[in-house]
């Protein structure tokens, strides 16, 4: 097992700085946070950015120490002010096949959003955890933001794995599981050069078969599957169906990508090594 703490600078009170790599717009820094002070504006801005009101959902500063001090990751964006606009943890897991850190959430303020914070805080966070020893990294997203989709498996090139039905037990909570190999590359070569199919909103939560592909139909923006006259609930139900086939048929999906400006489609492809008749 990865014995080794991804916050050595643990005891130290102040925050130490990680190399950006050219990620942040100019003025902008990172750094490990595990100082009280740090933890606690994390925990307001996580609160904020997402717009909770529920107590129970809020970051606990306390939790967030334990988990950087032992094997987890806790990373914030400053601005050229000091101020925390950006924010990401994660924390040690494990299944039958591998050993790997769970990245829960990554939060941007809305004043920076646009300007690569987001993508920034995924790299930055798979840098701590590469030099920790791990070799991939997991976290859950819903399948219906196209937007998170093409972020997550075109843009950083992860893929996804797995599909969870109602991961948080209420409804509206069906998540998708991705994968990011670590080292991570840059992005997927020519993950989305396969154009989609011409698919419409009718289209929305089933599959199509394109050669070997398979291709599931989205609404591309939360805002389209508002002002349509589409049953979120129904809708939910058949992506999951749709995904639920797509996983059990042995495929993973490798891209998102939007067909028009009603609808977005999952590219889901075979496994490699897997042989089917």
């Known amino acids: 097992m990865l014995a080794t703490s991804l916050s050595s ?25 595990t100082d009280r002070a740090g933890l606690r504006e994390a925990g307001e801005l996580y ?12 970051l ?35 299944d039958a096949d591998a050993e790997y850190q769970f990245s829960q959430a990554a939060v941007v303020d809305a004043r920076v959003q646009g300007q690569g ?11 701590v955890a590469a ?8 976290w859950t997203f819903d399948p219906l933001l196209a937007r998170n989709a093409h972020f997550n498996l075109d843009s950083l090139g992860a893929t996804g794995i797995r599909f969870l039905p109602s991961y948080y037990g209420s409804a509206a909570s069906d998540r998708l599981l991705v994968r990011w190999q670590l080292p991570a590359a ?10 989609p199919p011409e698919l419409a909103a009718a289209d929305w939560g089933t ?27 129904e809708l939910r139900a058949s992506v999951a169906t749709s995904l639920q086939s ?13 067909v028009d400006e009603d609808t977005a489609a999952y590219r889901a492809v075979r496994q490699r090594g897997r042989h089917h008749d």
């Open 207 to 233: 599959a199509m078969a394109i050669g070997d592909d398979v291709w599931i139909a989205v609404p591309a923006d939360p805002r389209r599957l508002r002002a349509s006259d589409v049953d979120e609930t």
């Open 246 to 258: 797509a996983f059990a048929d042995d495929r993973l999906l490798i891209s998102c990508v939007r």
């Open 117 to 127: 914070i987001g993508n920034a805080l995924k790299r930055l966070q798979a840098r």
């Open 9 to 33: 600078h643990a005891s130290d009170p102040g925050r130490t700085p990680i190399e950006a790599n050219g990620w942040l717009p100019a003025d902008y820094s990172a750094a490990h946070v």
């Open 131 to 138: 030099e920790a020893g791990y070799t991939e990294m997991r």
């Open 47 to 58: 609160t904020r950015v997402f717009g909770y009101d529920d107590p129970t959902l809020s």
């Open 186 to 195: 840059e992005r997927r070569e020519r993950a989305s050069a396969v154009p």
């Open 60 to 94: 606990n500063a306390h939790l967030l120490k334990s988990l950087a001090s032992n094997g987890g990751t806790s990373v914030g964006v400053f601005d050229g002010a000091g101020i925390l606009v950006g924010y990401a943890y994660g924390f040690p897991g494990r």
